[in-house]
Structures are given as C-alpha cells and as structure tokens.
C-alpha cells in the first residue's frame, strides 16, 4: 500500500521542475503582493531568482511567472493540486484529496481564463447592477452584507471540461482529468434579491457577468471571459453573490473579494473577481458565450467529425455524475474489504442513488447515499465491499438523478471535449 508520504510526493508530481531542487531555489522577496512582484520583476531578477539564465528570456509573454516559482506562488494556500497551466492558472484536484463532504479552500481546483487583478481590496470593491433594470445598483460588499438577507449553502461547482483528458481523439483546452469540481460552503447574499431590488424589467431573457480580471494579452479592452445565465437561472434560491468561502474571505484564485456562484452549469457561469451584472434582453454574446465555448454539437457526431458552427448549442445543466475518493486508484490493499466512498451530483437535480462494481459491471450493488445537505450540494454516499479473493479489482461507481438519467460508461465524443460524464474507476491490488 502507497504510504501517504508517497501519495503526497505523486499528488504534486507536475508541479516539480526539472533540474532544481526544492534547496537549491534561492530565497525569495519577503513581498506581500508576491505575484505582482514577479509580474514587475526584470529579466536578470527573474533569471537570479530561478538561479540561472534565461536563454530564451527575451520571448517570454509579459507578466508570466515562470513554472520553477508558479507552484510556490500560484498555488499558494492550496495543497495537493496539479498545476496544468500557468498563463492562466488551471490547477485541479487528484480525487483522494476530494474526500471531505465538504471541499476544504485548499482543496478547491482552480480555473482562470485571464489574469486575475492585483487590486482585490474587499473594502473598495463596486458592483454595479444595470441594463433593463428599474433602479441601477451600485454596491459594495458592506452594502450587500447590509442590505441583502446573508445565507450559507454548500455548493457544487465543476469546470464543463472536467474529464477532457479522456477523449480520443484529444480535444483541445486543459487536459482535465477528474479534479475540477469541489463542493464548498459559500456565503454571501441571493442573486435573485439583488435584482429584485434593482427591478427586473419585462423583456429581460439573460443576465451577463463581467469580472476585474484582464485579458492574457494584456490589452485592457479584451475581456477574458465574460457568460451569463438565463434569467429563470438567476432567479433561483441558490445562486449566490458570494464574499465567503468556508467561513473565510474568498481564495484569490477563487474570486476574491467577490464572485457568483451558479450552481449546477459549468463553473465558467459563476463569474470571479465580479465587477458587473448586465441585464439583457438577448443572450448574451459576451467573450466565450459566442462560437463553439462551452457548447456542444447539437446532435450525436463521430469521433473527430468537423461540426458547423451553427450547429453547436449552449451548455446548461451538468450531466448526472459521481467520484470515488477513497480508496484512491493504483491503492494496494492487505485486507479483504474495504470501505468505498464518495460524492455525486446531477445540474439542478438530485441523485437517487448510486451503485458499485467489483467485476466489471455483471452485478451491482447499492450505495448509501446522503440527502444533499441543501439545493445544490453534491451528495455523499459510501458502501462496505468485500473482496472474493487476493487479486487485481477494479471498483466502478455510477448515479443516477431523479430524472432517471443514469451515468453512462463512455460517452459521445464531442469536439470541445466538454461535460464527459462517463463512470469513474478505480483499481485495487487486494491482498
């Protein structure tokens, strides 16, 4: 069996650098702002700072953080997580260290799609609501805090590419695996009072979000991303303006100071670093709402078929899914049985329940599963397995919601490699 030094060790395995030690790295600037030292850092400071030069330094884009410091720097406050990408940060969670019920801060995965601002002063922070809105709004996070009813939900979020990694042929984008969802307590207030106070007008069918963060190139009138949600969506009792996480100011590669959480649909509808909510009477066409970003092709297409444009539908709900977090895959195991647990999630409904194999899908076995703790939450189930005899085993689970949709074992390819559903396994040396 791995020890947990070795779990921990293969955990960070991306995040290591190639020919420097952990003792060799030089000491670092005793900078509060770290990430925009480095940004304002020159080339022969950078080049001191990862301990060599930099033969190719002259064509590095402006503001990267070089990999050798991105892990120390980027993922600070987080443990465990593989960095897939630094410009922008994308890092995801190995589904051992999703066990909690509740997704610990430094457990929750990271997607970015720009650069995330220096300035995230809670105390200066606007939001302004407006479009076809009876009473604009501008307010600070105090005046949320004040104005608005302050609730506490646990919340699922995944990222709509979660699973890209496993589609053949490869689609493009980060090669997500299963880490990128967590289901985190979020505080703040209701989407659905805030607009309500600034009076939803008659012809408003979707909202769009705009956040502080900046576009890679940085050009200040690009904007990274920028999605929205249908009104119905946004009128829901679970979507939350939020300004906590588990009891705490918000991760800043969550958010902070402020960011929407939308439970249910891709995580790129739950804006971070919110500055804006733009009531429209269209849907929006904002930064990757447009083309092919974050939809599907709206019938069933072969492996690798080129699809029109026109052809492609936005994403909304998420499909039916589950994860098992304990025992992680690749375990080796003395005893013969074994306690098999984790979490499961459908979009906006719930789960009925969700089964187990050990022999590859012949027979089934049933789950305990755990209500949600609220609308929006995943579920957590768990299920006592006893092994025949020593041997390889492969442990799959699926779920299925309350609209009867069960989790498939493959899914159809699509060219974007998005919402990939597809049963989770794990293998086990027993014995």
């Given at each position: 069996m791995r020890t947990d030094d070795e779990k921990k060790r293969d955990s960070h395995r991306h995040d290591a650098v190639a020919g420097v030690s952990p003792g060799e790295m030089p000491e670092q600037p005793a900078?509060?702002?770290?990430?925009?030292?480095?940004?304002?850092?020159?080339?022969?400071?950078?080049?001191?700072?990862?301990g060599t030069n930099i033969p190719f330094g002259a064509n590095m884009p402006a503001g990267m953080v070089p990999a050798a410091l991105a892990s120390q720097d980027i993922l600070k406050g987080k443990d465990g997580l593989s960095l897939l990408n630094d410009r922008p940060v994308n890092a995801e969670t190995p589904p051992e260290l999703l066990d909690d019920p509740i997704t610990p801060t430094n457990r929750h995965f990271i997607r970015n799609n720009g650069i995330p601002p220096e300035n995230m002063d809670p105390d200066s922070w606007m939001l302004t609501i407006d479009g076809f809105v009876d009473n604009p709004l501008k307010l600070s996070i105090a005046d949320l805090r004040n104005q608005f009813e302050v609730v506490t939900m646990a919340l699922a979020l995944e990222c709509g590419g979660n699973g890209r990694a496993f589609f053949d042929p490869p689609a493009r984008g980060n090669q997500w695996t299963y880490g990128a969802v967590a289901c985190s307590e979020w505080t703040g207030v209701r989407l659905?009072?805030?607009?309500?106070?600034?009076?939803?007008?008659?012809?408003?069918?979707y909202t769009a979000h705009y956040g502080a963060d900046t576009h890679l190139s940085g050009d200040p009138n690009k904007i990274p991303i920028s999605r929205g949600v249908p009104i119905a969506k946004a009128m829901t009792d679970n979507v939350l303006i939020a300004f906590e996480m588990n009891g705490e100011a918000l991760h800043p590669m969550n958010g902070a100071p402020l960011r929407l959480v939308v439970p249910g649909w891709p995580g790129s509808c739950s804006q971070k670093w919110l500055t804006r909510i733009w009531l429209r009477d269209q849907v929006h066409d904002g930064p990757k709402m447009t083309g092919k970003s974050y939809r599907v092709p709206a019938y069933p297409v072969a492996p690798g078929d080129k699809v029109p444009t026109e052809d492609f539908v936005i994403i909304e709900r998420m499909p039916v899914k589950s994860l098992i977090t304990y025992p992680a895959n690749n375990t080796d195991m003395t005893a013969m049985e074994t306690e098999v647990r984790g979490h499961a999630w459908s979009g906006d409904r719930s789960i009925d329940k969700v089964e187990i194999t050990i022999d590859f899908g012949k027979t089934w076995m049933p789950a305990e599963l755990d209500a949600p703790v609220n609308e929006g939450a995943w579920q957590n189930w768990r299920a006592r397995v006893k092994f025949p005899m020593k041997g390889y085993y492969e442990v799959?689970?699926?779920?299925?919601?309350?609209?009867?949709?069960?989790?498939?074992?493959?899914?159809?390819?699509?060219?974007?490699?998005?919402?990939?559903?597809?049963?989770?396994?794990?293998?086990?040396?027993?014995?």
């Open positions: 900078d509060p702002d770290r990430r925009g030292f480095l940004k304002r850092t020159g080339l022969a400071t950078m080049a001191a700072m990862v659905k009072d805030v607009l309500n106070k600034a009076g939803v007008q008659s012809n408003v069918i799959w689970a699926r779920a299925t919601d309350s609209a009867g949709e069960m989790q498939p074992f493959a899914i159809d390819w699509n060219p974007k490699g998005y919402l990939n559903n597809s049963m989770h396994r794990v293998g086990l040396r027993v014995g």
